[in-house]
């Protein structure tokens, strides 16, 4: 079958252009032959080579990326590596208590492998253990941050409110109400991560990058065509989200939500004085549908709002202008003590999102198998799932293994052009009652 739409991120994004600059390992010609191959080298496509790697030594698994490592989805969030459930359509972000203990066991592992790696390679990330912020401006964002509280209780986790007169010496901005903090979240830079990962990868993992697959035949032995050839495995696993539906699987479950980014030069030292608080923080909004915020250590600041429902898996320029200008009005509210720090960089980047927040785990036909759909936890989510999915597949089980495969998995969407029409109005409608929080 052929491959419709492949990858295509545009060029504004700050970590990428900030991070480690490498030299991509290009595709070797002609045909390759593999026991396994990965598409995909996100977060979960690395964890996914890495482990079948190590699980199996004498075996060779290629690993697939359109882009180059660190430019696509994996090097685009805002780099929140988070401990506890975050399922953001609960009122309490917490759910269902026996899954959301089970996440909390699935984060907790997958930050475990993760700064065991930046560790044993010396991946310079800015990996900083300092927690994150929940914070509020208005009425219906307090009432979530009780909820919070009182799902974090019946899970037993740590937490501290922090109110209006404290906040500024945490965050230096005065624009919050309130905001309740939480010890164990990791914050990086996450487009560093992704490179370091790429390029610490065990002798027999071989990474094509700038090779987008335009073509897949299942029968007998898969084959992967790309532009220099082809890649003819036993095995397939998809670690793409929402382009897996392009490889003919989840078709109609998978929602490729973009959101959207700035990040300011750096701060001088005079403003960074005029701000005040801490050095590096990161600020999770109330309402789903608020600003995300990031204190960086090299004191640049970012802003992640706005967001918009695209089919085919690519940004929209005329979106990108629109939330740069969302973002410039967020940043103006939150920091009236820095007028003309400049925005640097502007970007977008997909989330593969499920409309009942589950991710697939597991067989997808016969010797293909996938770890899709993160729903915005691409950090912890992906690299727990591509961790475990590889140990499945050596034939190792454990409690985290089994939770995975017991998912119902992704639901189905409406058919078009119903979907994007809802979809859209609803990302919409979100964006305008978050009111003061966006």
């Excluded at 593999?34 to 977060?43: C, P, Q």
């Excluded at 609960?90 to 759910?95: R, V």
Aim: contains cysteine; hydrophobic residues 40%; charged residues 20%.
């Amino acid at each position: 079958m052929k491959i419709q739409e492949t990858p295509a991120d545009d060029n504004g994004c700050g970590w990428f252009h900030l991070s480690p600059p490498r030299t991509p390992r290009a595709a070797r010609g002609g045909q390759v032959r593999a026991r396994w191959a990965v598409v995909g080298a996100g977060l979960t496509g690395l964890a996914a080579a890495r482990q079948l790697a190590l699980n199996f030594p004498a075996d060779e698994v290629v690993l697939l990326e359109a882009q180059e490592v660190g430019f696509g989805s994996s090097g685009r969030n805002s780099g929140f590596a988070i401990d506890l459930p975050h399922d953001i359509g609960a009122p309490d972000y917490i759910g269902d208590p026996a899954i959301a203990r089970m996440s909390l066991k699935l984060n907790l592992f997958a930050q475990g492998v993760i700064t065991s790696l930046v560790a044993r390679h010396g991946i310079d990330c800015q990996l900083k253990p300092v927690g994150k912020y929940q914070a509020a401006v208005e009425d219906k964002g307090l009432r979530v941050l009780e909820a919070y509280k009182s799902g974090l209780e019946k899970l037993g986790q740590a937490y501290q409110i922090i109110e209006a007169d404290e906040l500024p010496a945490h965050l230096g901005t005065s624009f919050y109400r309130r905001a309740l903090y939480t010890p164990g979240t990791l914050l990086l830079q996450p487009a560093s991560l992704v490179k370091g990962l790429a390029d610490s990868l065990p002798a027999n993992v071989s990474l094509f990058e700038r090779c987008a697959v335009t073509e897949v035949d299942y029968r007998g032995p898969i084959t992967l065509r790309h532009a220099a050839g082809s890649v003819v495995a036993d095995k397939l696993v998809l670690a793409n989200n929402a382009f897996a539906t392009q490889f003919g699987f989840l078709k109609g479950r998978l929602l490729p939500v973009f959101t959207y980014a700035s990040m300011t030069r750096p701060l001088s030292e005079e403003e960074q004085a005029r701000l005040g608080g801490k050095p590096v923080w990161g600020i999770i909004p109330a309402d789903p549908f608020g600003s995300t915020l990031r204190r960086t250590p090299d004191q640049r600041l970012l802003v992640r709002n706005s967001f918009s429902f695209n089919p085919n898996g690519k940004i929209d320029a005329r979106l990108l202008a629109r939330a740069a200008a969302a973002q410039r009005r967020s940043f103006e509210h939150r920091f009236p003590m820095l007028p003309g720090v400049a925005f640097d960089y502007t970007w977008g980047g997909a989330m593969g999102m499920t409309r009942n927040h589950a991710g697939h785990f597991g067989e997808l036909a016969p010797n293909v198998y996938g770890a899709l759909g993160c729903n915005g936890l691409g950090i912890t989510r992906g690299t727990g799932t591509g961790t475990l999915l590889a140990d499945w597949l050596a034939g190792q089980r454990n409690e985290l293994i089994d939770f995975l495969l017991a998912s119902a998995g992704p639901s189905r969407n409406p058919p078009q052009p119903f979907l994007s029409l809802g979809v859209n109005a609803s990302l919409c409608w979100g964006q305008h009652r978050a009111g003061l929080e966006s």
